[in-house]
Structure formats: C-alpha cells, structure tokens
C-alpha cells in the first residue's frame, strides 16, 4: 500500500507542479485548457456508461430465445431427445450466458446431464449425458444439432493400451481415457445395459 502512494505521487507531483506554473504563465489560457479537458472527460463518461448499458442489455436480452426447459420436452420428444424430468435442476455455477447445464440429482446413473448451447438467436446444440454403473470409468453423450438436424454420438472410456510403440521404437504415454465417435446402435446398446 505505501509503495502504491509513493508511485501516486510521483506521478501527481510533477503534474500538480506544470499545472501550477502553466496556470502562472497563462492564467486565460490554463482556464480555456481545463474546460476543454472538461468536456472531452464528460463526453468519455458519456460514451463509458452508454457502452456499459448496451452490455447489460446485451447480456440480459441475447441470446433471444432461452426459453428450452421442462416446457419444451413436447419438441424433445417430436425430435427424439430424451426429456428433462421435473425433477432436474439447473447448475448456476456453470451455466452461462450462452450454456445452460441440467443436472439429475443423485443418483446420477443413466442419463444424468444436459447442456443446452445457444447462438444469438436461439438453441444450437443440445448434448445428453449417460453414465452406465456397469461399466466403470465409461461414459456416453449424444450431441444434437438444430442447425442441421443431426445426432452425433460419443463414448468416452479408459484406454486399455495407455503404452504404445511407436514406428521408431519408442514408447510412446497414451491419455488414460479414449472418446470413441460411435453409431447409434453402439450407444442404444450402451445406454440400455
């Protein structure tokens, strides 16, 4: 704190010093000077707090349409998603301006997380979780997209090989889990065990 004075006032020193005899040398002038630098500081605070309104409204209003909770289950099912239960909570923590996260309380096996993406105008992704207690360590998720109306599906595993060989014979440390880009069979039959 001293240190953060001592360098306030090396700076405003010397500045308090060349106002003071500027204002010597000139007083008319000086006078002219601080009413121009009035006004450039009022218009600066002007464009400061209109800049800062259009970011709260910003943030407030866009996305445009948040509106894909419990009440939009009826689209889900006409799509294909799974529907978010009564149940399910939204994660203040995480959940942003553009990402929403739905959490099933505990326990969390089978399907357990949504996360809802949006764009500026709406809803972009849509991504279900599934955590299966059979197979530890496994983890399965569906992506879908609203843009193009498609479903991509994903499994995320430990990796049995986490050692490898490599084509000059060296060892080579693998991630200890693997995400595999699956088919819908593969995840149906997943997701049902």
């Known amino acids: ?52 309104g259009a970011n709260a409204i910003y943030k407030s209003v866009v996305p445009i349409n948040k509106n894909h909770g419990i009440e939009f289950n009826s689209e889900r099912e006409k799509l294909g998603l ?11 923590w995480e959940s942003e301006q553009f990402v929403t996260y739905w959490w099933k309380p505990e326990p969390r096996n089978g399907h357990f997380k949504k996360i809802l993406e949006y764009g500026i105008l709406g809803l972009k992704t849509e991504t279900d979780y599934y955590h299966n207690e059979k197979q530890k360590g496994t983890f399965a998720w569906s992506k879908y997209d609203f843009g193009n109306n498609t479903f991509e599906y994903f499994l995320k595993k430990p990796n049995d090989q986490t050692i490898s060989v490599t084509k000059n014979g060296n060892f080579k440390l693998e991630k200890p889990t693997e995400i595999l880009n699956i088919n ?9 065990e």
Do not use: Q, R
């Not at 010597?24 to 002007?46: A, M, Q, Y």
């Open 1 to 52: 704190m001293i240190y953060g004075i001592l360098i306030a006032l090396i700076i405003i020193v010397p500045i308090a010093i060349a106002y003071y005899y500027d204002y010597k040398s000139d007083p008319k002038e000086f006078d002219f000077s601080i009413k121009t630098i009035g006004k450039g500081i009022l218009k600066g605070l002007i464009y400061l707090v209109l800049l800062a």
């Open 82 to 92: 799974p529907k978010l239960e009564k149940n399910w909570t939204i994660s203040d």
């Open 184 to 192: 819908k069979s593969e995840f149906e039959k997943y997701i049902s």
